[in-house]
């Protein structure tokens, strides 16, 4: 079983970065894949960027592609999403989740996509003015 706590998010100015951590708890964490996914107002959970329990791969949806990095602590048993040169459309709750599920190579589409995850963190604001 895995808990996730998220913090950080808020305002911040177009243009700028932005780090949200997301810490985990339990012991199997590292087994677990970890995605990061947003919700705007009105619109569908967005999967964005995603990495391997294996090796740390990453992937990333075209919209964050070059400006947002997923990354994990396995020490700390951390998760992050840097953010750089946000922008007003990147104005979202973002969250972090962790799967159990095989994330390969052939399939990570999938793992942006809400179902291959078990565990969700509870959300953080991030808002970025126009």
């Known amino acids: 079983q895995v808990q996730l706590v998220q913090s950080g998010g808020g305002l911040v100015q177009a243009g700028g970065p932005l780090r949200l951590p997301c810490a985990a708890s339990?012991?199997?964490?590292?087994?677990?894949?970890m995605g990061w996914f947003r919700q705007a107002p009105g619109k569908e959970r967005e999967g964005i960027a995603c990495?391997?329990?294996?090796?740390?791969?990453?992937y990333y949806a075209d919209s964050v592609k070059g400006r947002f990095t997923i990354s994990r602590d396995r020490a700390k048993n951390m998760v992050y999403l840097r953010m750089n040169n946000v922008k007003p459309e990147d104005t979202a709750v973002y969250l972090c989740?962790?799967?159990?599920?095989?994330?390969?190579?052939?399939?990570?589409?999938?793992?942006?996509?809400?179902?291959?995850?078990?565990?969700w963190g509870q959300g953080t604001q991030v808002t970025v003015p126009s």
């Open positions: 990495i391997r329990s294996s090796d740390d791969s990453t």
């Open positions: 989740a962790a799967s159990r599920g095989e994330l390969l190579d052939g399939n990570w589409r999938q793992f942006l996509t809400p179902h291959e995850y078990d565990h």
């Open positions: 339990g012991r199997t964490f590292t087994k677990y894949s």
